[in-house]
C-alpha cells in the first residue's frame, strides 16, 4: 500500500497540476487521446502487433532476448533465479495492455529495463549457448548498417562516415566470431583423440604440445562480449547519429524559424511537420477547422497554418466555407516519416519513381511539398 501511494504522488502531480491550470484544454485532449487509442478494441492481430513492437524495441538483439526466455524454462528443473522469473513476468505482464489499444512503440519503453537485463544475464551465464545467438544479432545488426551506408554511398548524402561505419561493421564480425574460437580451447585438446580415432597421425600434436598453450582466459578477455556490445553501441551511434541524419529526413529549411517569429502557427495536417516546434521554440497546435484563431479573434489576427501540397485543395474547400483569405508565404520539399522511420518517400511513390531515383541518385523526386499560408481576416466579396 505504501509503495502504491508513492507511485501515485510521483506519477499525478503532472496530470493534477495540468487540470487546475488547463481544465478544459486537458479535458479536450486526454479525450481525444483516449477515441484515438481506441481502449477495448481488439483484433485476431492485436497480440502480434504488440509483440512485434515490443521485440523491435530492442533490435538487433531480439533473437538473443527469445533465446534467454527459451533457455529460461529450458531449465526450469534446475536452479532458477527468481530475478530471472521476475523479468519475464515483467515482459509478459507490461505488454498485456497493448494488446487492447492502439499504440505506438515508444509506449513500450517501461518494457526496455527488463528485456535488457535479460539480454545481459544470458549472455553472462550461458556463453557456450549464446555465442551462436550473439553471432546472429551481430549478424543482424551489420546487415541494417551495411545497408544504410550503401544507401548513403549511392545517394552521395555520405562518404567518410559511411566508410568508418563500413571498417567498424567489419571489426565487430571479426570480434564476433575470433570470440567463437577463442571460447573453445578444448577443441584443440581433443583433436589428437579424434586424428587418432580415425587413424591419422598425431605426430604434429605431440610436437605442438611441447610449449604449454597460452591461457584461454587471456585469450578469450580481449573478445568478451562486453566488447562486442560496446563495438554495437559504437557502430549503432555512428549508424543512426551520423549518417541517418544525412538523409534529411523531417529537415526544415534554414531561414524558416525567423519568418514564423511574428506570427501564431498552427499545422493542417498534424504532427508534420514535425520538428517544426523545435525551429519556433514552442508548441504548435493542430489548426482548429471548427473555429479558426483568425475567425474568433476580435481582432482579427493573423494565422500561419502549414499543410501538405497534396491536401492543398482540402484547405482550399475549407478557405471558401469560412470565407477566409489566404497568402502563400512559402513552400519547400523535404522527406519525412511516416508511421515508421524507414518510411518517409512522399505518400503517392510508386516503384517507378524509386528506380527513376536510384537511377539519377537523387531522392530529391521522393520528397512531399509542404507549404505554409498566412489567413487574416474575411475575404472580400
Not at 242 to 250: K, V
Not at 286 to 309: K, M, Q
Request: glycine share 6%.
Amino acid at each position: 500500500m505504501l509503495g502504491l501511494m508513492i507511485l501515485a504522488s510521483v506519477c499525478l502531480q503532472w496530470q493534477l497540476a495540468m487540470r487546475h491550470l488547463w481544465s478544459e484544454r486537458l479535458g479536450k485532449i486526454m479525450g481525444e487521446e483516449l477515441a484515438a487509442r481506441q481502449f477495448g478494441h481488439w483484433t485476431p492481430g492485436s497480440p502480434l502487433s504488440a509483440w512485434s513492437g515490443a521485440l523491435g524495441l530492442i533490435l538487433p538483439w531480439t533473437p538473443l532476448l527469445l533465446a534467454a526466455i527459451f533457455w529460461h524454462f529450458r531449465h526450469s528443473g534446475s536452479i532458477v533465479k527468481r530475478e530471472t522469473r521476475f523479468l519475464i513476468a515483467w515482459f509478459f505482464l507490461a505488454a498485456l495492455p497493448f494488446f487492447f489499444m492502439k499504440s505506438f512503440e515508444r509506449y513500450m519503453l517501461a518494457l526496455l529495463p527488463a528485456q535488457i537485463v535479460l539480454c545481459a544475464e544470458s549472455l553472462e551465464t550461458n556463453h557456450s549457448g549464446a555465442q551462436v545467438i550473439l553471432r546472429i544479432c551481430v549478424l543482424l545488426l551489420a546487415s541494417i548498417a551495411l545497408a544504410m551506408c550503401l544507401f548513403a554511398w549511392w545517394f552521395r548524402l555520405s562518404i567518410w562516415e559511411a566508410l568508418a561505419a563500413v571498417l567498424l561493421t567489419g571489426f565487430l564480425i571479426w570480434l564476433v566470431f575470433q570470440a567463437g574460437r577463442a571460447r573453445c580451447p578444448h577443441r584443440a585438446a581433443d583433436a589428437p583423440e579424434e586424428t587418432k580415432r580415425r587413424g591419422g597421425d598425431t605426430a604434429p600434436y605431440q610436437v605442438a604440445s611441447v610449449d604449454p598453450p597460452d591461457p584461454p582466459t587471456a585469450r578469450a578477455a580481449a573478445s568478451h562480449p562486453h566488447w562486442v556490445a560496446f563495438s554495437s553501441a559504437l557502430l549503432f551511434t555512428l549508424v543512426l547519429g551520423a549518417i541517418y541524419p544525412r538523409f534529411g529526413i523531417n529537415a526544415l529549411p534554414e531561414h524558416l524559424g525567423a519568418d514564423l517569429s511574428p506570427y501564431a502557427v498552427s499545422l493542417f495536417d498534424p504532427p508534420q511537420p514535425s520538428l517544426l516546434s523545435m525551429r519556433v521554440g514552442r508548441s504548435l497546435q493542430p489548426f482548429d477547422r471548427e473555429r479558426p484563431r483568425t475567425a474568433s479573434a476580435p481582432t482579427g489576427g493573423a494565422e500561419l497554418v502549414f499543410l501538405d501540397a497534396a491536401h492543398r485543395d482540402q484547405f482550399y474547400d475549407f478557405l471558401k466555407t469560412h470565407q477566409l483569405r489566404a497568402e502563400e508565404k512559402g513552400r519547400f520539399r523535404t522527406l519525412y516519416s511516416r508511421g515508421a522511420w524507414i518510411r518517409f518517400a512522399r505518400p503517392d511513390a510508386t516503384w517507378k519513381d524509386w528506380k527513376t531515383a536510384f537511377r539519377k541518385r537523387s531522392l530529391e523526386s521522393l520528397k512531399s511539398e509542404l507549404a505554409y499560408y498566412l489567413i487574416s481576416g474575411t475575404a472580400s466579396h
